[in-house]
């Protein structure tokens, strides 16, 4: 059976002052849900976030991870060592690692083989630019993104993956997909699935959506039965907001 999941992803944002205080507004102040809620703060704090929370039910996630297992990559971080501080579930193929970083979906695939290796949770995230959209593409770059990096996968590895779809016309624009575009790509998402994998593994994969959720949204797009969450950015910066969108699940 599929989890209700509302994640935050910090980004480049929050130093340890203010990592601290964030999490313990919102370990304070969370309400009793059966979601699952995470947050992904930077690497750099996230023993500390693991410390804060070490009373809460709230889960401490990683932006990203390198695919090897350890070596000559300058400043990167091993599934390894994210596991050496509790750390077992990594954010993996967000726009900005792909738009910024180079990060392929070739590079992907070996970042999901290297993190389900070692038994991580993956949160695989892709989804379509706004070019994309508006020549009709987006269907097909959406499938061609979950074909790359995950669907040679055997269908028992997907029971450690959750997907994020994340529009990038709608991260950090406050241009959010409608709840009825989300539907409808996250319905898509399943039929893909199916075809690739099986029905059971498409049924039973959570499927967030991301991508400027605010409080305001978060009730409507939560409601579409294909939407199982959402990983939020901007919003998870601010305690009051994210406890309103775990609140909207
Ligand atoms: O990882 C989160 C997404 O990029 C969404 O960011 P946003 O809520 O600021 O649009």
């Known amino acids: ?6 994640a935050g992803n910090w980004k480049m944002n929050m130093n340890l002052v203010e990592t601290e205080a964030l999490l313990a507004q919102l370990s ?3 309400p009793d849900t059966k979601a699952e809620v995470m947050v992904a703060p930077t690497y750099v704090n996230l023993t500390a976030a693991k410390q804060a929370l070490k009373a ?3 889960q401490v996630i990683a932006q990203n991870m390198h695919f090897a297992e350890s070596g000559a990559y300058t400043g990167e971080i091993s599934a390894d060592m994210l596991l050496g501080i509790g750390v077992d579930t990594v954010i993996i193929g967000h726009s900005e690692r792909r738009a910024y970083f180079g990060e392929t979906d070739e590079i992907l695939a070996k970042k999901v083989k290297a993190a389900l290796a070692k038994n ?5 995230c892709f989804g379509e630019e706004l070019a994309d ?3 009709d593409n987006h269907f097909a ?15 028992s590895a997907w029971s450690k993956i959750i997907l994020a779809y994340e529009p990038v016309w709608a991260i950090g624009t406050g241009e959010t997909a409608s709840a009825e575009q989300a539907q409808e790509m996250h319905a898509f998402i399943r039929t893909s699935i199916t075809k690739a994998v099986n029905a059971d593994v498409a049924n039973n994969v959570s499927i967030l959506y ?23 950015g901007g919003a998870a910066l601010v305690a009051d907001d994210f406890i309103a969108i775990v609140k909207a699940i």
């Open 56 to 58: 809460s039910a709230i």
């Open 210 to 232: 991301g991508g400027s959720v605010k409080p305001g949204n978060a009730v409507e797009i939560f409601s579409k039965p294909d939407v199982d969450g959402g990983l939020i």
């Open 28 to 30: 304070a102040k969370m």
């Open 133 to 135: 959209r508006k020549s």
């Open 1 to 6: 059976m599929r989890s209700k999941i509302v």
């Open 141 to 155: 770059i959406v499938e061609s993104q979950l074909k790359n990096a995950l669907f040679n996968l055997e269908a």
């Open 120 to 124: 991580m949770r993956v949160m695989f």
